[in-house]
């Protein structure tokens, strides 16, 4: 490690192994060179092989090796400080297939990457689309002690990146103080699409080691010298930016925005993040907020989420979520769509948890926007929290208006904490809380299936199967925004100072539940609905709960005999939305929904 402070390659600005800058004006090539000799400069620009490249023809990199440490500022990369040239740079194998540049550890010596900010494994900063072909690998330490920190490009910009190109060991650290990624630390209009297949539930939940990864190493921060900002698994800070295909394996630490994939994400333009998985060892946040096994925080404008897994243990504070931590629309006109997003691991935090999504809210005043629809997800993870909060299997606080939570389905428990809490098997509290005493179209809930155990350790906590507490409606609502057509099988056993309730826990004012079963055990509390703020008008039309499972305030009882019997449950439609399981297959002969793609798909759990 003593080879950090020889001066073998050195400038006080622009060192490079080869090059301390260069103009490219001509076609040029760097070929089977090896650096073995630190290269260092004081302030910016340092690279193992050009600390600052602007290329106006093409440059192509082939066969080239850095075998010691590059230190510097701003602008630090394995082979390039600073690459500036629109699709001028090529990194080239000999076939599709061959290794080609690689800057590795030597078993006798001390081989990193470190600087302030603008960091990579490869290139510290590096504008514009670049070609790509074999694999290039990274086995070193990479440290960005400022921010911008990535195992292969610190600050990347205008690109579209295929990340099927770049190697890095289990043994890379990428560490620093603000956006750091296992990737690339900043993105700017990026695109990142992996070589991981796509995701599919056509034969249940697929197992995670069916997935290549893309970063196996560890992203982390020193908590005496590092703030820990915005850490993600592939991309620590990005904005306008998607990601395609891709898997995580190692693990991601942070104090504040921490993702299994990415730590904080500010898209206003219409970007998708599609077909993702995070199979990380941990993706820890323990002294800080935004934390999320896919995506710590997101803040977008029209945008689709969709085919996404985390099979990851999460554990961080406030917003904990099992998928993303906290989602926030911004503009009025801006629609979010998230649809197949599953939980596996276990999720743990401090006040709003989720098992998909821990917190969804909204830009001030752009509450009334476009609508928010949240479909076809799951989970299977234990969900707790431990501070008074928001706590669900899918969602812990959904806190928009137009809001809409269908064709979910949860498997695992969700326990409350100490500390009151609205706790719900699908979604602990949904709905925007108005200054007034009603919200028109405020939250739609429906067509979901609550099996997991559903609890609280506090007394004043609002317990339901389904939702804890939905918010305020309005009488001019139409036949859609309420809680409707959702079933409970999930025990209830919590014994709180207000009555739990086996599908919603509490209802406010103008709210309205209809079309609704249980049959879990309740065992403090009512058959279907639990209670209701004193003075609230609300509405109740054919709730229904199995014999003995709780008390029949507000709902109706059938005995198990008559679980077959469609025209026991008036007003269910049994041609299109729900249907009787004759096989016992589905739901043990209970009535169950005919679109609901998780409800019977199970898993066995290590």
Known sequence: K?????????????AGGLVGEALVTGKSQIANCTMAGTVRSESDYAGGLIGKAQLQDNLTVINNSVNAPIIGK????????????????ALSADSESASSNTIAQL???HVAVRGTDCVGGLIGYLEGNFKASGLHHVSVNVTADGCNGGGVIGHLKDCNMNTKYFVLTNTVHVAGSEAIGGLVGRAENCTFTGEGKSVSFTNGIPKADTFKSSF???VEYDSKIHKGVNMGGIVGYATETSLHNLCCSGSVTGSSCVGGLIGYLHNRSQDNISHCVSRMECVENPYGDETGGLVGKAETGETVLQYLINYTKVRGGNHTGGVIGHLRRMGIESGITMDYAVNVGDVSGTKNVGGVIAYLDHMKDCQRGAEIRVTDCANYGTISNTDAGNIGGIMGHGNCARLTVMYCANHGKVEGGTRPSKVGGIVGRIGYDPATFYESENMELAYCCNRGTVSSGSKGSHVGGVAGYQEEGHQSDDTHWMTHDCYNTGDIPSDLNADTGGVLGCIDHYGEIVRCINIGKVSHGNGVL????????FYHHNLYHLEGTGKGWKSKAFSESDKKNSAKFKNFDFNSVWEIDQNDKKNGGYPCLRKCP?????????
């Open 2 to 14: 003593e080879a950090e402070s020889i001066k073998v390659i050195y400038a006080p600005k622009g």
């Open 74 to 89: 701003k602008y630090v990369g394995g082979l390039f400080g600073y690459v500036t040239g629109n699709n001028h740079l």
């Open 107 to 109: 078993s006798n010596g």
């Open 216 to 218: 196996p190493g560890i």
């Open 530 to 537: 639990g209670t209701h703020p004193d003075s609230r008008i």
């Open 598 to 606: 998780f409800q019977s798909v199970y898993i066995t759990k290590k």
